[in-house]
């Protein structure tokens, strides 16, 4: 018991060191921007503290429970020799954890709003679940095949950029925003877990090099499928989506306006979406573990007290968020944008990408299996501080473009020629961690404080349309991690090269 308790205060410490800068980053914006005391400074106070125990709870409960049980998993599979119920266990996992994503639905529900019902929630929302579904298998099908990640990830991206040119500008922004908000905060380390599991049972492949990647993929292949439907839907109905403006504005008002008071009846429903989020997963690993594998879980009890803490980690760190983050950092965000200051916003926007990153949960717990598998030559904190100042860069440069207007596959192209440069000279050790790294930055905490900007932006500054130019902000910031995070593969390289000829 007090082995647990100390290693419960380790992981209480680092959590209060991840907030560090994003308290940092909203205390400098209201003292000296705003210049005002906020509201309820109290119910911040504690939704920070709160923030802090449901980190420290998550990170326990994924090192009991969510780890364990997706490694047995991908070992009891290797072991079966069964191809097809591996690649139905990988699709259904991809498909039923994204179709109930909180972050999805609300991104489908908006577009469908600001698009006058053109663009319909439901079929947005199985198109992302379906492309995720076959994202993983496709992944875990190159693990078992040993195929290197970059052909794989090179071909993807050349066909997104192609069918930009196709698809409608309506849809772009939405797309490449789909790609980054399909991944969960449970399913990205169970989906770590599975691919390193898979790769370490399988002779020949290197949990380093082999293991990684499952995610990059599950961000890509939305952007795909996303903009191939919106093709689609608007060849059959090609109408101009300007006719919708009003209900476009009262869209954005309202996700801009969201969270700025804190209901204590969301305490209820928060717990009620973790779970939500958490059932799906469950379902499907215990239908293939018990029907399928026909072997029962190892530790149950020791898995089963770790999803828990999972569950409660996630609903503490949603409420504290709710009660603390999202409300002052939406505030500062909307006011930014009112201001007219473009030097502010784009500070604004790379700070808080930064900070927000830093207390990530999903690239915790990315960082820490990378650290683990690769025997420390990956410095997990190294590596979150490579991912944050990929994102800060993003998105500061996203907000930049939607201040000028510029079309947003210009840049994501230009982005995409430099992660396909760097490919070839990073180390293949980082290049799925990099490509991974992408896929993990925009989740709880990121989107909703993004999107605000982004949309915020686009509705303050005259001659944008909030659904061309308000999404995008979160492709941004998928891309741009994967830059920084090769190119600090290539430079730890280049010194360990350096220290052995030394």
Not at 245 to 262: I, N, P, S
Not at 273 to 301: G, T
């Amino acid at each position: 018991m007090g082995e647990t308790a100390k290693i419960f205060l380790h992981d209480l410490k680092n959590s209060f060191k991840d907030l560090v800068p994003i308290v940092a980053v909203v205390v400098f914006f209201q003292a000296v921007v705003v210049r005002a005391v906020p509201e309820g400074l109290a119910s911040i106070i504690v939704g920070l503290l709160i923030v802090a125990v449901g980190l420290a709870l998550f990170i326990r409960g994924l090192e009991l429970g969510i780890f364990p049980i997706g490694e047995n998993l991908a070992t009891d599979f290797a072991r079966k020799g069964s191809f097809w119920w591996l690649m139905a266990f990988a699709f259904t996992i991809g498909f039923s954890t994204t179709v109930a994503e909180p972050a999805l639905i609300a991104i489908a529900d908006k577009a469908a709003s600001i698009s006058g019902g053109k663009i319909d929630a439901f079929f947005l929302r199985m198109t992302v679940a379906a492309s995720v579904g076959f994202a993983i298998a496709l992944g875990v099908f190159r693990i078992l095949t040993g195929h290197p990640i970059q052909y794989y990830i090179i071909a993807g991206y050349v066909l997104v950029v192609l069918i930009t040119f196709f698809a409608p500008p309506e849809i772009v922004g939405l797309a490449y925003d789909s790609g980054g908000v399909t991944t969960s905060t449970v399913t990205v380390p169970l989906v770590a877990a599975l691919g390193i599991g898979l790769a370490s049972s399988i002779k020949g492949r290197n949990p380093t090099i082999d293991g990684f990647g499952l995610i990059a993929f599950a961000s890509l292949t939305p952007m795909i499928f996303v903009q191939l439907y919106g093709i689609v839907v608007y060849a059959v109905s090609p109408e101009s989506a300007h006719a919708t403006l009003a209900v476009m504005e009262e869209a954005v008002r309202e996700t801009v306006e969201a969270h700025e008071v804190f209901d204590p009846w969301d305490i209820l429903w928060d717990l009620l979406v973790v779970i939500k989020d958490v059932a799906p997963i469950l379902a499907v690993i215990f239908f293939f573990q018990y029907l399928v594998i026909k072997k029962p879980v190892a530790h149950l009890k020791k898995v089963s007290v770790g999803i828990v803490l999972v569950i409660l980690g996630l609903y503490a760190f949603i409420l504290g968020l709710e009660m603390g983050l999202f409300p002052i950092g939406e505030t500062i965000a909307f006011q930014l944008t009112e201001m007219k200051n473009d030097l502010l916003i784009y500070l604004f926007a790379f700070l808080i990408g930064f900070s927000t990153t830093m207390a990530e949960p999903s690239l915790l717990a990315i960082a820490i299996k990378a650290k683990e598998v690769s025997e420390g030559r990956i410095n997990d904190f190294v590596l979150r501080v490579a991912v944050a100042i990929g994102v800060a860069l993003g998105i500061a440069l996203g907000a930049y473009r939607i201040v000028v207007g510029d079309p947003l596959h210009y840049y994501i192209i230009v982005g995409y020629i430099v992660v396909i440069a760097l490919t070839w000279f990073a180390p293949r050790y980082i290049i799925p961690i990099a490509y991974d790294s992408g896929g993990v930055t925009t989740s709880t905490v990121t989107v909703p404080l993004v999107a605000a900007l982004g949309l915020g932006l686009a509705e303050n500054i005259e001659g944008r349309n909030p659904l061309v130019d308000g999404f995008g902000l979160i492709a941004f910031a998928s891309l741009f991690p994967m830059i920084t995070v090769m190119g600090y593969g290539i430079y730890a390289d280049h010194i360990a090269k350096k220290e052995a000829r030394a």
